[in-house]
Structures are given as structure tokens and as C-alpha cells.
């Protein structure tokens, strides 16, 4: 009975620390990984891109090398160009989802020279809105 006490009371502080962690800079978040035995991983993010592809030839090459630059940072496709329905807003006919272990994990990728090499092939080739997500849980 205690252990299972101590087991709600850490999952308590854990959902404490998520939330507060959310609304600090990275810097203190890294200070506090060190300092603290409770801390956990930071939360998980969603690389979000709606596409509208204007050259099939350029954005082949742009996918080609976008794949591996992500999957190199960790991103694990969930959705890549499916079906879908457009509830709300203007859409765009490609949509890709991608989850990273963090949103500055998300970030390091989109900077990182693989992809910023990848995405020279999109810029031309596609219009696109690309936004990075920090998920709940």
C-alpha cells in the first residue's frame, strides 16, 4: 500500500513539473534535469506541413532528402501525404505529420544542415505552412 502511494504521489509531481515546464525557457529546463531526480523527459512534439506542390520533379528531390534528415533526428512519420477532410479553413491537398522526442529536437532538425540542403528543393517547388507542436502527454 505505501509503495502504491508513492507511486501516485510521483506521478502527481511528474504531471506538476510537465506543466510547469511548458512555459519555461530551455536554458532553466536543463538546469532543472540536472538539479532535480524527478524530472522527466521533455514532452513530445508534432511536426505539422500542409502542401500545395507546384513541381512534382523539385519536391521528389526535396522528399528524398527530407526523409532521412528527419528520420536522423529521431522523426517517426505518422501521416505522409493521406487521405483527409478539411473541416475548417483554407487546406492544402499534402498534409505530413511527424512526431520528434521534443520540440527542440523539432527544431534542430528543421536547422539542421541535412534539411536546410533538402529544403532548397521546396522552396520553388511547393507553398507550404509548416508549424511545430508540443503535445500534452
Known sequence: LRLQNWAVKAAVVVRIWRRVAVQMP??????????????????A???ISHVSVKDEAA???????AGPA????GGQFLARGGRFIQ???????RNVVVKFESLETAEACY??????????H???ASERD????ETTD
Do not use: C, N, T
Open 70 to 73: 528527419i528520420a536522423k533526428h
Open 87 to 93: 473541416l475548417e479553413g483554407s487546406g492544402r491537398p
Open 59 to 65: 519536391f521528389g528531390k526535396y522528399a528524398a532528402l
Open 26 to 43: 530551455v536554458r532553466q529546463k536543463r538546469q532543472l534535469r540536472r538539479l532535480s531526480p524527478v524530472w522527466v523527459a521533455e514532452m
Open 111 to 120: 536547422k539542421s544542415p541535412d534539411y536546410q540542403a533538402a529544403l532548397v
Open 45 to 47: 512534439a508534432l511536426w
Open 122 to 124: 521546396a522552396q520553388d
Open 130 to 133: 509548416l508549424l511545430l507542436v
